[in-house]
Each structure stands twice: as structure tokens, then as C-alpha cells.
């Protein structure tokens, strides 16, 4: 790595840095004034808003803000050098336009791997203690308020429960049938089924079982009580508030393998979830290109204009992020396609105008 490398990802990296702080300062602050009265009227104590909430919410914003941070600090840092005629002489003496990206794409390369292993794992761990957090003191007490309940629970097991009470943990007329090769081979129906959190293990105080052996039906009334396992719990009727956002990668997928198997109907937040965590690294290379090449001329007006254009198409990248989210989960855009929309609209923005570029 020559000195001009190491003079180019040196400011590169600190400027980035310095953008990240500074931002996530100012929405904290923010966050702290609407939250303030949620504080107060629920007694939390001020070590757990510290350490439980705003330490796990300062990665989560500065990896949400990290295409705008990566951006503005690519455009402060060359228009910077474009100010200073830097770029001239570096131009001038021989390097291509090409090679002075060097830096700036080994910069974004190392925000970008460092941006995977955040989101990857290290993030949805701080995540599980932040919504935590927001679900006991800030959001409303949640309740479960779902009718007629369909689970799949292995290839040939089906429950279904008209209602749950996630405070007590009850569940109200309960079915469990089991189908093999599209017949019904066992229906068993109980009035309730309740969770024995001291076992780990479901309770049926009576139920009624039909088992099907072609045309012959058999009924069996079990009066007694009887405790039983289902590849069911009582974190499947919970609050799904920012649920995808506490899953590690790993998680993740084992989550979506699961709800597919279900049948559930939300597969796709999960999904785009997923596939923003790859994209993302991706996008942030793909704005420092983008950075360099609107912020490589010297202009006129100082680096003011360029800055704010920054910002511009900065924000423009997250609304093109929220618009794709918002189609893969109403179902018009597959989740895979809308994760990487942004990142292909904005490497075509790149292409061409890398094209206008004066060698």
C-alpha cells in the first residue's frame, strides 16, 4: 500500500467515524426527549436505560445510518481534496482514475465486512436486550388477539386452537390432527390446553380421540389429565414486535425454515430481513464509488453544494430501501429482488456516471 493509499483510507476511515458519532449522538438525544416521559412513568431505573437500552441502540443506528455515513464521509473527503487541488496533481502525475479509487474501495470494503459481522450476529444480540427493553417499559402490554389459529407442526401434524390467552398461557378449543398420504389417521379435540411452565410441557385436562383406520372410526373419551410435548410454544403466540431484527443470522434462517414449514403468512418480513443483511455491505461500496466519482471535481461554490448532494442521494438510497421493503411484504416483489433493488438501481447510477468521469 503506497503513502498516498494510506494518506486517502486514513481520512476515509476517520471521517466515517466521526460522521457515525455524530449522527448517532444527535438521535439519541432525540430519542431520549420523546422517550423521557415513558422513563419517568415507569420508574425504569437510569442504569438500565444506559446499559439495557441506548448501549444496544447506539450499533443498531449506526449500522441503519452506515449507507448515509459511508457516503457523506466519501463526498466530505474528496471534495475536500478536490478543494485543495489534490486530485489534479494525484491525476496529473500518472494514476488513473481507476487506481485513486484504490483506497476508497479498500475503505469501504473493510466498513463492509466489519458492516456483515455486525448485523450478522453481533447486532441481533444487542437487539434481544433493546426490544426487551421497549416491550416492558415503552410499548403497550401486549395481548394476543388472533382467532381461529392454524399451526403446522411436523409433515403430518396439524393444531389448531380458536383462541390463545397469552397471559395465562391458555389455549381454547384445541385440535390436534394427524394426516398421512392426504387421510386422516388421529383427531384429538380437548376444551382447552394449558402451559406448565414448572414441566415445560403442555396440559390437557380431558380431550376425545378419533383415530381412522380406513372406513373404521374409533372414539376414546380420556377424562384424566395428562401433560404432553408439541413443537409448540408459548413464544409462538408473543409479540412479533421487531422479532426478525433479535435473530443472528443463523436464527434467522432456522426461523424462516420453521414458518415455512408452518405455513405462515409472514415469511416474507423475515425474508427481506435476510437479504438486506447481504445486500447492505454490498450498498455501501457501491455509494463510496458513487461518492468519489459526484465529489471528485473541484467546485466552484466550495464542498458545501456536493456535501448536501450527499445527503440528497444518501436519503434518496433509504427511501429506495423502505419502497422495496414495503413491496416484499405486501407480496408484489419477491423478497430476494427487493432486497438488492436499491443496490442495483444505484450501481447503474455508478456505471454511468463513472462513464462521465475525465480521465
Known amino acids: ?36 416521559d415513558d422513563f419517568i412513568q415507569t420508574g425504569v431505573g437510569f442504569k ?7 448501549l444496544n441502540l447506539i450499533p443498531f443506528y449506526a449500522n441503519m445510518l452506515s449507507p448515509i455515513t459511508v457516503f457523506i464521509a466519501t463526498v ?23 487506481r485513486f479509487l484504490v483506497p476508497y474501495l479498500m475503505g469501504s470494503a473493510i466498513i463492509a465486512a466489519f458492516t456483515f459481522l455486525m ?3 453481533v447486532i441481533p444480540n444487542a437487539n434481544k436486550t433493546r426490544v426487551a427493553f421497549e416491550i416492558k417499559y415503552i410499548k403497550s402490554p401486549f395481548t394476543f388477539d388472533k382467532r ?7 409433515p403430518s401434524q396439524y393444531a389448531y386452537l380458536e383462541s390463545y390467552n397469552n397471559n395465562a398461557n391458555v389455549g381454547y378449543h384445541f385440535t390436534l390432527e394427524t394426516i398421512e398420504s392426504n387421510n386422516m389417521k388421529r383427531k384429538l379435540v380437548a376444551d382447552a390446553i394449558t402451559w406448565d411452565s414448572t414441566q415445560n410441557k403442555w396440559h390437557l ?55 415455512i414449514m408452518r405455513g405462515s403468512d409472514d415469511i416474507e418480513t423475515y425474508l427481506i430481513e435476510k437479504y438486506e443483511r447481504f445486500s447492505y455491505p454490498f450498498a455501501i461500496i457501491i455509494l463510496t464509488i458513487i461518492g468519489v466519482i459526484l465529489s471528485s471535481r473541484k467546485a466552484r461554490g466550495g464542498v ?17 430501501v423502505i419502497m422495496s421493503r414495503s413491496l416484499a411484504q405486501v407480496g408484489d416483489v419477491h423478497p430476494m429482488i427487493a432486497a438488492w433493488i436499491p443496490s442495483m438501481v444505484f450501481s447503474v447510477i455508478g456505471v454511468v456516471l463513472y462513464k462521465t468521469v475525465p480521465r
Open 76 to 98: 466530505f473527503v474528496t471534495a475536500k481534496l478536490a478543494s485543495h487541488t489534490e486530485i489534479i496533481a494525484i491525476l496529473s502525475s500518472g494514476v488513473s482514475f481507476r
Open 148 to 154: 381461529n389459529i392454524h399451526f403446522k407442526l411436523s
Open 304 to 320: 458545501g453544494f456536493q456535501i448536501a448532494l450527499g445527503f440528497i442521494l444518501a436519503f434518496i438510497f433509504i427511501i429506495f
Open 48 to 54: 438500565s436505560i444506559v446499559f439495557d437500552y441506548y
Open 205 to 259: 385436562d380431558r380431550y376425545m380421540l378419533r383415530t381412522f383406520d380406513g372406513e373404521k372410526e374409533k372414539l376414546t373419551v380420556h377424562p384424566t389429565p395428562v401433560d404432553t410435548t408439541l413443537n409448540l410454544l408459548p413464544k409462538d403466540f408473543g409479540s412479533t414486535y421487531r422479532l426478525a431484527e433479535t435473530f443472528t443470522l443463523t436464527e434467522l434462517n432456522r426461523f424462516i425454515q420453521e414458518r
Open 119 to 121: 448485523i450478522g450476529w
Open 1 to 36: 500500500m503506497k503513502l498516498l493509499d494510506k494518506y486517502i483510507l486514513k481520512k476515509f476511515l476517520s471521517t466515517f467515524v466521526f460522521v457515525v458519532l455524530i449522527l448517532v449522538v444527535i438521535i439519541c438525544v432525540i430519542d431520549f426527549t420523546e422517550k423521557n
